[in-house]
């Protein structure tokens, strides 16, 4: 796909004039010519520029970072890094197809928990500070169906522990969610997921039915603290008295509070077995 050079400036942050003044001086980028002699760029000259810049706010002078990129031979560089700037350079032109042929090809031979923290992690938790909103909605999308995907295609190992997995209301962002889900059915839970934006009445029937073992709540959107004391009360209402663990950065400013409130915290699939496990301890105690 060729990109005229008003998109490459909207794309890697570097001005038309600058990238015109590099290609003077500097003989990089090196655009083709289209028939009406304007400058079009392709996917690997975006990266290209990407990496320069991203060089230059490492310290190096312009001339050293092109000088650099220009050394790195393809071979230099990790496949699985070119495959990743290949998944972020279809995302800057939108084009949803070829990233998601990325992540096929990426996923090939991976087993659940490989693919999950090797592949998709990495990708959502760069994604704020790679892209616009609109840009990070398309990846985030192809990011979540690809965990979905994985969390429904895995087998079912024993009759272990039941997770309740949800995001409380007003949380849209369940893809932290969906990996701890594919960590918990790896160790042999039962795992039921709720998603995004789940109200206190959800939660409820839902622990009505199934009797969990644990409900895990993951608060990724930041809130204030009367927020925050209101969602997470209504939530432990409903789920009582199952055990609530709590996740995410939009819980981590909170934790006195959820701790004073009755939930505990964990950061991790290890830790919330481990936060379960203590738990069922203590009912057990005589």
């Known amino acids: 796909m060729s990109l005229r050079i008003r998109t490459i400036a909207r794309l890697t942050g570097i001005r038309e004039a600058t990238l015109r003044a590099w290609e003077r001086r500097y003989g990089f980028p090196r655009p083709e010519r289209s028939e009406n002699n304007y400058r079009?760029?392709?996917?690997?000259?975006?990266?290209?520029?990407?990496r320069v810049a991203k060089l230059m706010e490492e310290g190096l002078s312009v001339s050293e970072a092109i000088a650099q990129v220009r050394e790195d031979s393809p071979r230099a560089v990790p496949p699985a890094v070119r495959r990743m700037e290949r998944f972020w350079?279809?995302?800057?032109?939108?084009?949803?197809?070829a990233a998601d042929a990325v992540l096929s090809e990426a996923q090939v031979g991976l087993d659940a928990i490989t693919s999950c923290d090797t592949v998709l992690l990495p990708l959502l938790r760069e994604m704020a500070s790679r892209l616009d909103v609109a840009r990070?909605?398309?990846a985030s999308a192809?990011?979540?169906?690809r965990l979905r995907m994985l969390l429904s295609g895995m087998e079912r190992v024993g009759d272990g522990p039941r997770g309740l997995l949800a995001c409380p209301e007003g949380d849209h962002h369940e893809?932290?969610?969906?990996?701890?889900?594919?960590?918990l059915k790896a160790r042999g839970w039962r795992v039921t997921l709720l998603g995004a934006d789940t109200p206190a009445e959800a939660l409820q029937g839902a622990c009505m039915q199934l009797r969990p073992d644990v409900v895990a709540l993951s608060f990724i959107r930041r809130r204030d603290a009367e927020d925050f004391v209101e969602v997470l009360s209504e939530a432990m209402q409903a789920?009582?008295?199952v055990p609530v663990v709590v996740g995410g950065p939009g819980a981590r400013e909170h934790l006195k509070t959820l701790f004073t409130l009755g939930a505990q915290y964990a950061e991790s699939a290890e830790e919330l077995i481990a936060v379960w496990q203590q738990a069922r301890n203590a009912q057990n105690r005589p």
């Open 175 to 183: 893809g932290g969610l969906l990996a701890l889900g594919v960590h």
């Open 239 to 241: 789920c009582a008295p």
């Open 89 to 97: 350079a279809a995302v800057m032109v939108l084009d949803a197809e």
């Open 136 to 138: 990070e909605h398309l």
């Open 40 to 50: 079009v760029y392709s996917r690997d000259e975006v990266e290209a520029v990407r």
């Open 142 to 145: 192809l990011v979540r169906q």
